[in-house]
C-alpha cells in the first residue's frame, strides 16, 4: 500500500520569505512523487514531478522540491513567497513497482498563506 | 490551463437520483481518471480508462460508472445519490505510461440535497 502525509494543515508566512511545505511518503517500491497546487474553485494545476535522477527537481512559478530516499520525503520549496502563491498544496505519489497500478495517492493538502 | 474540460461546472441533486459528468480529456491524451474531492480532503481516486476500458478502480461503489469515447472523452456516472456524493469531481488526462503527468479539469460542484 502507499501513502502520503502532509503534517501541516496549514502554512504562513511572509511575503519575501523563504517557504516550505512537507511531504513524506510510504511505498513499496521506488517512488514517483508530484506537487500540485489548487486555487479556490478551480482545478489541481500540476508544479513539479520527480521520477529519477537529480534529488532536487526544479518546477513551475520558481517552486522546487528536494527528493530524500533514507527520510522519504519530498519537501516543496519556494526562495521567496509572493502573495499569490496562497493556495492549497497537494503532494502525490505513484508506486512504480512492477505491476503496481500506478494509481497515485494523495494528501490530504496543506494551505499555504503568505501575508503582505 | 490544462486542455482538460469537464461539464457542467456545477450542479444539484436530491438523494436518490442519478447524474453524468463530462470530460474531454488533453488533446493527445489516451487515459482519463476520475476523482472525488470531498470538502478539506484531498482527491480520492475514482476509476481510470484507457482505450474505453476501465483499468484501475479505487475504494468506491458500484453505483459509481463510467464509460471512455473513442475520441477519449469519458462521463463518470453516479446512480442513486447519497448525500455524502457531494463534492467536487475532477477528472484528468494523460498519456499511458508511468511517466506520465496527470493534468486536471477544472471540476464539477456536485451538491446532493
Known amino acids: 500500500a502507499q501513502s502520503v502525509a502532509q503534517p501541516e494543515d496549514q502554512v504562513n508566512v511572509a511575503e519575501g520569505n523563504p517557504l516550505t511545505v512537507k511531504c513524506t511518503y510510504s511505498v513499496s517500491g521506488n517512488p514517483y512523487l508530484f506537487w500540485y497546487v489548487q486555487y479556490p474553485n478551480r482545478g489541481l494545476q500540476f508544479l513539479l514531478k520527480y521520477i529519477t535522477g537529480d534529488n532536487l527537481v526544479k518546477g513551475s512559478y520558481g517552486f522546487e522540491a528536494e527528493f530524500n530516499k533514507s527520510q522519504t520525503s519530498f519537501h516543496l520549496k519556494k526562495p521567496s513567497a509572493l502573495v499569490s502563491d496562497s493556495a492549497l498544496y497537494f503532494c502525490?505519489?505513484?508506486?512504480?513497482?512492477?505491476?503496481?497500478?500506478?494509481?497515485?495517492?494523495f494528501g490530504r493538502g496543506t494551505s499555504l498563506i503568505v501575508h503582505p | 490551463e490544462t486542455g482538460v474540460t469537464q461539464s457542467p461546472t456545477h450542479l444539484i441533486k436530491t438523494r436518490g437520483q442519478q447524474v453524468t459528468l463530462r470530460c474531454s480529456s488533453q488533446s493527445g491524451h489516451n487515459t482519463v481518471s476520475w476523482y472525488q474531492q470531498a470538502l478539506g480532503q484531498g482527491p480520492q481516486f475514482i476509476f481510470q480508462y484507457y482505450r474505453e476500458e476501465e483499468n484501475g478502480r479505487g475504494n468506491f461503489p458500484p453505483r459509481f460508472s463510467g464509460l471512455q469515447f473513442p475520441n477519449y472523452s469519458s462521463e463518470l456516472n453516479v446512480n442513486a445519490l447519497e448525500l455524502d456524493d457531494s463534492a467536487l469531481y475532477l477528472c484528468a488526462s494523460r498519456n499511458q505510461g508511468g511517466r506520465e503527468t496527470q493534468y486536471f479539469g477544472p471540476g464539477t460542484r456536485l451538491l446532493v440535497l
Open positions: 502525490a505519489v505513484r508506486d512504480t513497482t512492477a505491476g503496481g497500478s500506478y494509481i497515485p495517492t
